[in-house]
């Protein structure tokens, strides 16, 4: 599966954006799917996760109550709508998606991961 995340851009703290993630070549209706992110000079880390029907999601305790996942399966698309945000939220954000069973205790582990979009820049301002 291909992914393919959009919806970055230059914003002013305390605004909102939304991330999408579009899937070709499969659909994500059987895949699990997160949202990372990698800021300049650090690791790559989680920020949320949804199971494939949508009924389970989690996130980093940093975005929460902040940020919000979605899917669409009918349309193929994750989202990641960003409200409130803050400067430490600038990054390049990736979705992935996943074949394995998504746990509260695993959702964050990128190497289970299967599939990577190529990324899209958040960067905010103060």
């Known amino acids: 599966v291909q992914l393919q995340a959009s919806g970055g851009g230059l914003v002013q703290a305390g605004n909102s954006l939304r991330l999408s993630c579009a899937a070709s070549g499969r659909t994500l209706g059987n895949n699990n799917m997160g949202w990372f992110r990698q800021a300049p000079g650090k690791e790559r880390e989680s920020v949320a996760a949804?199971?494939?029907?949508?009924?389970?999601?989690y996130y980093a305790d940093s975005v929460k109550g902040r940020f919000t996942i979605s899917r669409d399966n009918a349309k193929n698309t994750v989202t990641l709508q960003m409200n409130s945000l803050k400067p430490e939220d600038t990054a390049v954000y990736y979705c992935?998606?996943?074949?394995?069973?998504?746990?509260?205790?695993?959702?964050?582990?990128?190497?289970?991961?299967?599939?990577w979009g190529q990324g899209t820049l958040v960067t905010v301002s103060s």
């Open positions: 992935a998606a996943r074949l394995s069973m998504l746990y509260a205790s695993t959702w964050s582990v990128k190497t289970l991961y299967n599939y």
């Open positions: 949804i199971n494939w029907g949508g009924t389970s999601t």
